[in-house]
């Protein structure tokens, strides 16, 4: 079964800090790989997403990750945080076309002026 | 851009009363999912559905829940009994044709609180 795990719950940042977000995967094939954004009562934006090709995606907003398979990770990394960045950050993993999209339980994201 | 609409945006209903959710996917996409999110967790799959048929649900999907597709732009959710833990965020979402299709586009989602 597909599972993602997200080990930081609560991150703070100063503003203009770098910023790096933890996710791993567990799926038996090649993985979809997803980040979505979540500000407070909204829905989700899709940030960037992995399925093939190069290992290091980029993302709108200025956020990139990179997909290493042999870590199962796909880290959310953005070089000089803003303070609207911040909001909840979800990994997902699927396998793509109809199949279901499993999500992590999220990384709440504060930023400091 | 297309996008995902859901109506209504916030839906409040007494416990045991019937509500149905509703969507517009995007146009040209052929599979429908539903999702959930209770206040503070993690997003979690309800069920998928194409070509009429469920594809796909989880253990949360029960017989209290059921998706009707009742005309070529609407996707319905429906939840016959309302609990008080059926109070969640509701996500509609819909994707291309094939296994091509890379992604999953997600609606605003419709807030259900069950009083």
């Known amino acids: 079964a597909q599972s993602v795990t997200q080990p930081d719950i609560h991150i703070t940042v100063s503003e203009g800090a770098s910023l790096e977000l933890r996710c791993n995967y567990s799926?038996?094939?090649?993985?979809?790989l997803f980040w979505y954004v979540q500000s407070p009562g909204q829905g989700l934006q899709l940030l960037l997403k992995?399925?093939?090709?190069?290992?290091l995606v980029q993302g709108i907003k200025g956020f990139e990750a990179e997909f290493k398979r042999s870590q199962s990770s796909f880290n959310l990394r953005k070089p000089s945080v803003h303070w609207s960045d911040a909001a909840e950050y979800f990994c997902?993993?699927?396998?793509?076309?109809?199949?279901?999209?499993?999500f992590g339980t999220g990384t709440k994201l504060q930023v400091i002026p | 851009e297309p996008e995902v609409t859901q109506t209504p945006s916030h839906q409040v209903t007494q416990m045991g009363q019937e509500v149905i959710l509703r969507c517009v996917p995007i146009?040209?996409?052929?599979?429908f999912y539903w999702y959930r999110q209770i206040l503070g967790q993690k997003v979690e799959f309800l069920v998928s559905?194409?070509?009429?048929?469920?594809?796909?649900k989880s253990e949360i999907f029960d017989d209290q829940f059921s998706v009707e597709r009742p005309d070529g732009s609407n996707f319905t959710l429906k939840i016959r009994s309302t609990k008080l833990e059926d109070s969640a965020m509701y996500f509609c979402?819909?994707?291309?044709?094939?296994?091509?299709?890379?992604?999953?586009?997600f609606g605003p989602g419709t807030r259900l609180t069950v009083l």
């Open positions: 979402a819909s994707s291309g044709a094939g296994r091509t299709s890379t992604e999953q586009f």
């Open positions: 799926y038996g094939a090649t993985p979809y």
């Open positions: 992995y399925f093939s090709g190069d290992t």
């Open positions: 997902a993993v699927g396998s793509g076309g109809y199949q279901k999209v499993t």
């Open positions: 146009s040209n996409h052929l599979y």
């Open positions: 559905f194409y070509n009429n048929e469920i594809s796909e």
